[in-house]
């Protein structure tokens, strides 16, 4: 397990912007899966957006594609997801999740299954229309 940190979330307006930050106590160089998750209140917990450490690859589900985009720095350790055109239906507590993986493949099925042995704190984004 890693220990992650992640930032504070906010609010903003319909079409606004935020960005989340989560610091893994790791070296990302190193193949890790780091993945953002969201839970909404009377909602299960759906995956948002994930990446595969060592290349630097991303995935996203369709609803943020094109609005969200994650990115990790080696240098500070950290994952970040900057989310655009943020809708009312984005309103929900996100959490990044890390996991040791062998490869991208590895990484796919972890963040499909939300197996992670390590998981942040949450973050609060509510998006007001």
């Known amino acids: 397990q890693v220990h992650l940190v992640q930032s504070e979330g906010g609010s903003v307006q319909a079409g606004g912007s935020l960005k989340l930050s989560c610091t893994v106590y790791?070296?990302?160089?190193?193949?890790?899966?780091v993945g953002w998750f969201r839970q909404a209140p009377g909602k299960e917990r759906e995956k948002v957006a994930r990446?595969?450490?060592?290349?630097?690859?991303?995935a996203y589900i369709d609803s943020v594609e094109g609005r969200f985009t994650i990115s990790r720095d080696v240098a500070t350790s950290t994952v970040n997801l900057q989310m655009n055109n943020l809708k009312p239906e984005d309103t929900a507590k996100y959490y990044c999740?890390?996991?040791?993986?062998?490869?991208?493949?590895?990484?796919?099925?972890?963040?499909?299954?939300?197996?992670?042995?390590?998981w942040g704190l949450g973050s609060q984004v509510t998006v007001s229309s």
């Open positions: 790791a070296d990302i160089a190193d193949k890790y899966c």
């Open positions: 990446i595969y450490t060592y290349t630097g690859a991303p």
């Open positions: 999740a890390a996991k040791l993986v062998s490869q991208i493949g590895a990484c796919q099925i972890a963040w499909s299954r939300g197996d992670f042995p390590s």
